[in-house]
Structure formats: structure tokens, C-alpha cells
């Protein structure tokens, strides 16, 4: 649950990237998000770089923003106190925006919301529909590593049967200048420009008069508590409001008590800001974040390296190599394999496990005698996934994908959230939980006899 993406840095441009992941051991991925500003990207992490069925329209594993021709943000206007009968009357006017609030059955409230001339708005959720420039949808998640993820419009294998992702999930408004800040909000427009907080939704009236709300199963964020590159920490999470305000987490995810009100922050996204739709993950990188990761050609001479130090397999002396970076569904015969446990790779054996349980279960490593799960090695192959562009030294546990140590690190200490109330660290390039005390591994590998 994460997404991310190509950037191009375009000066005033704002681009938006997202990264899928899917789960096991087969290289695929669960979904991660992310967003950069002013070029931002889109990524769901569980699809490693790329879906399934490849990229299409707006179903795809990132997703670039840039400013519009035309400005089509919006801002709050004239507030209406109206009867609830009334409401559809009141909102028939398709070419205004407006967020109606129902208090009671006989009470509602109607904030009509104005042109913005100095904003961009983009819009994510579940809905195909036209004005949802990001169309994501979940996944059954597991322990295993079947991890719920963005995977685009047209959804992918696996959907869930009751998806918890909101069709209308956010919203995302871009200053069309300088420093081009982006402010996220929860819900989002429908295709007659409402927004309808029904009388059983949390929403209440603010100290000085107006309304605000929270959806469903809410957006959360949570910004990181230092620099994401230099310094990375994970922040708190925080529930935001359809208004942009920031509160503290509900006691599980769709209470009607909201939290409390955190007054000294803001749902401005930064650089590392994670953003959490209840299904799918997403998160927000800057340029000068993306600054510091690998390109895809820097990835490609990265794997070239490790396949030129001809690393060897302790067991049947055989030459190992990383499969190119377009093949990340079928294990090759060269492909390295790791003891999770322990770190020491290998090449594909039947020694040690039994052949009943299969190769992915526990088994013993010849050089250590250490016992764990006994995995195929993957190249992360989404960037935006990583916090620099390091050697690929480590490996996430249990799915073995392998990137930077500084990478493996970071992503390990990040909670994201699971179900109404449980959170788990998770590998950004497949949404497998991690397991271990640390949840990565250092590899050991064998260098050539000669």
C-alpha cells in the first residue's frame, strides 16, 4: 500500500506517482503510494515498478501530474442551512462544487465551494469514473504478503469482494506557483461536483461557525519526523479532515468519535509523507527527494555489477545472476536464493528443506546450519521506492527483495496501517509483512573459486 513513480521536473510542473506490490515470492508486488511535489508520482509498491497487465490510462504503477492548462481548483464560497428534503434541489446546479452536510433528517448544511485560480485539483479513489485522476482498489492482505495495494483502474487479480477503499477517497490541491505546495483532503468530488457526508458520517461545526467531516474509514497521513533522505524516521499517524484539518487516529478506523484536534500540524505533504486510503498505501516524494534515488538505467548497471562479481553458489559451485530487470515473475535457474535467517545465498538445492513443504519452507543452511525460510532474491526495481541510490547489500525478510541498506532500514521501522486498527512494517516493492528482528538481512555471497 504505497505509491510512486517516473518524475520529470518540469519547473512548474506537478507530477504524482503511485507503486503497486503484490505478494510472495514469485517478485510480484502489494501496493505502495507516493506522491511528489511539483513533480509528483504515483506508485502502488506491490506491482515492483510495473502491473501485471502493463500500464493503462489511469490504471498504471505511477502516475505523473502536471499543472493544467487551466486551474481547476476550488475553494469553500457561500454556506447554505437548508431542510434535508431540499438538498438535491439545492445541489442541482452540476457546474458547482459544493460538500453537503446532513445534521439531521430535517436539517442539512451546504457549503458551495467557488473557482480557485491559483490551485490545481486532483482527485484518487475507487470510482473509474472521469474525475478521478487515479483510480485504485484493493486487495485481500495477508501476513503471507498478500498485502492490499493500488492496482489501478480496471482493478487486478485478487480484488476483494467488498472493497474498503472509497470510490471518491481524496483529493490532492497543487499551488500552480512557487513553492507549488500540495494540501490533501479527505473525499472527493462525484461526477456532479457534491460531496455528501450522510447523518451517520463523523462531521460536526468548527469554533468559528463552519463545517468539517471525516469519510468512512478516513485518509490518513503520516509525515516522517525528519528528512525521509538523510534522516529517515517514521512519523505519526493522523486522520484528516474533509477540510484539510488534522486529527489525532478515531479508536478504530470508521468510530463515530473523531479524534483530537492537532492544532501545530498540517496536512501539507512532504517529501516521504505517506498517505493511507484503507486498502491502499500511498506516498508523496519531492524532487529534491528523487534527487537521491537510482534511475532505472542506474538500477540496471547496479544488477550488471553484482552478475560481474560472478558470485557463486557454496553448494553446487555454480555461477549465480540476477534475471533482468523486466523479469520479475519466473525464477530462472541462475537466480540467486537466500536463507532469510542468516543471509547466505545460494543457488536453487533441495538441501536442506523438505521437498514436501516445498522450497520457501523452513530449512537448514549448509554453511551455518541456521534453520528459516529459503527464498528466490529479487532486484527492487521501483526507485522512488528507495532512499538512496546505495549498493543492493540487503534484502527484505521473508520476501527477499533486494536493495540498499539505507533502503531496508528505513522502510522496516514504518508502520503502515492494516485492517481498522493494526499496523505492520512491510516490504514497499511486494507488501509482505516483514518478519525477524529486524526485518532485512545483510546477503553473503560467495565469490569465485578462481
Known amino acids: 500500500q504505497i505509491l510512486q513513480g517516473n518524475v520529470k521536473l518540469n519547473s512548474p510542473s506537478i507530477s504524482l506517482e503511485v507503486d503497486q506490490r503484490s505478494s510472495g515470492s514469485t517478485g510480484q508486488s502489494s501496493t505502495v503510494g507516493i506522491l511528489h511535489i511539483k513533480s509528483l508520482v504515483l506508485i502502488p509498491p506491490s506491482h515492483n515498478g510495473s502491473l501485471a497487465n502493463g500500464d493503462k490510462g489511469r490504471r498504471r504503477s505511477r502516475l505523473a501530474l502536471y499543472k493544467r492548462p487551466k486551474a481547476?481548483?476550488?475553494?469553500?464560497?457561500?454556506?447554505?442551512?437548508?431542510?434535508?428534503?431540499?438538498?438535491?434541489?439545492?445541489?442541482?446546479?452540476?457546474?458547482q462544487h459544493s460538500i453537503s452536510y446532513t445534521?439531521?433528517?430535517?436539517?442539512?448544511?451546504?457549503?458551495?465551494?467557488?473557482?480557485?485560480?491559483?490551485?490545481?485539483?486532483?482527485?484518487?479513489g475507487r470510482s473509474t469514473e472521469s474525475m478521478i485522476d487515479f483510480v485504485v482498489t484493493d486487495t485481500a492482505g495477508s501476513s503471507s504478503g498478500h498485502g492490499g495495494g493500488a492496482t489501478g483502474e480496471g482493478g487486478g487479480g485478487g480484488q476483494s469482494a467488498q472493497s474498503t477503499i472509497s470510490r471518491y477517497a481524496c483529493r490532492i490541491m497543487c499551488e500552480r506557483s512557487a513553492p507549488y505546495t500540495a494540501r490533501i483532503y479527505a473525499a472527493g468530488f462525484d461526477s456532479s461536483k457534491n460531496i455528501f457526508l450522510g447523518e451517520r458520517a463523523a462531521k460536526w461545526r468548527t469554533s468559528d461557525g463552519l463545517m468539517d467531516g471525516l469519510t468512512t474509514n478516513g485518509v490518513?497521513?503520516?509525515?516522517?519526523?525528519?528528512?525521509?533522505?538523510?534522516?529517515?524516521?517514521?512519523?505519526?499517524?493522523?486522520?484528516?479532515?474533509v477540510c484539510g484539518n488534522v486529527f489525532a487516529l478515531r479508536e478504530t478506523r470508521s468510530a463515530q468519535q473523531r479524534?483530537?484536534?492537532?492544532?501545530?500540524?498540517?496536512?501539507t505533504l512532504q517529501d516521504g509523507s505517506l498517505i493511507d486510503l484503507c486498502g491502499a498505501t500511498l506516498l508523496w516524494r519531492t524532487p529534491a527527494g528523487l534527487r537521491h534515488i537510482p534511475t532505472l538505467k542506474q538500477l540496471e548497471s547496479l544488477r550488471q555489477e553484482l552478475n560481474a562479481a560472478r558470485p557463486q553458489c557454496p553448494v553446487g559451485f555454480n555461477t549465480l545472476a540476477f534475471p533482468s530487470l523486466a523479469q520479475r515473475e519466473i525464477v530462472d535457474k541462475k537466480q540467486p536464493w537466500v536463507?532469510?535467517?542468516?543471509?547466505?545465498?545460494?543457488?536453487?538445492?533441495?538441501?536442506?528443506?523438505?521437498?514436501?513443504?516445498?522450497?520457501t519452507s523452513p530449512g537448514e543452511c549448509p554453511m551455518c546450519r541456521r534453520v528459516g525460510p529459503y527464498v528466490p532474491l529479487w532486484l527492487g526495481c521501483e526507485g522512488g521506492l528507495y532512499l538512496d541510490a546505495g549498493p543492493?547489500?540487503?534484502?527484505?525478510?521473508?520476501?527477499?527483495?533486494?536493495?540498499?541498506e539505507k533502503t531496508v532500514v528505513g522502510w522496516s521501522q514504518i508502520p503502515l496501517p492494516h485492517g481498522?486498527?493494526?499496523?505492520?512494517?512491510?516490504?514497499?516493492?511486494?507488501?509482505?509483512?516483514?518478519t525477524g528482528e529486524q526485518g532485512h538481512v545483510k546477503l553473503i555471497f560467495q565469490g569465485p573459486v578462481d
Open 392 to 404: 543492493p547489500t540487503h534484502a527484505f525478510c521473508p520476501c527477499g527483495h533486494v536493495c540498499s
Open 220 to 241: 490518513l497521513v503520516m509525515h516522517p519526523a525528519g528528512e525521509f533522505v538523510s534522516e529517515p524516521a517514521p512519523g505519526v499517524w493522523r486522520e484528516i479532515s
Open 420 to 434: 481498522t486498527h493494526a499496523f505492520h512494517a512491510a516490504c514497499p516493492f511486494c507488501g509482505t509483512w516483514l
Open 339 to 359: 536463507y532469510v535467517n542468516c543471509g547466505h545465498v545460494h543457488g536453487y538445492h533441495n538441501w536442506g528443506y523438505r521437498k514436501e513443504k516445498g522450497p
Open 259 to 267: 479524534g483530537k484536534l492537532v492544532e501545530n500540524e498540517s496536512n
Open 72 to 95: 481547476n481548483g476550488v475553494k469553500p464560497d457561500v454556506i447554505h442551512n437548508v431542510s434535508t428534503p431540499l438538498v438535491s434541489k439545492a445541489l442541482s446546479n452540476k457546474s
Open 103 to 124: 445534521l439531521s433528517r430535517s436539517h442539512s448544511v451546504i457549503v458551495e465551494y467557488t473557482h480557485d485560480i491559483n490551485t490545481d485539483m486532483f482527485q484518487i
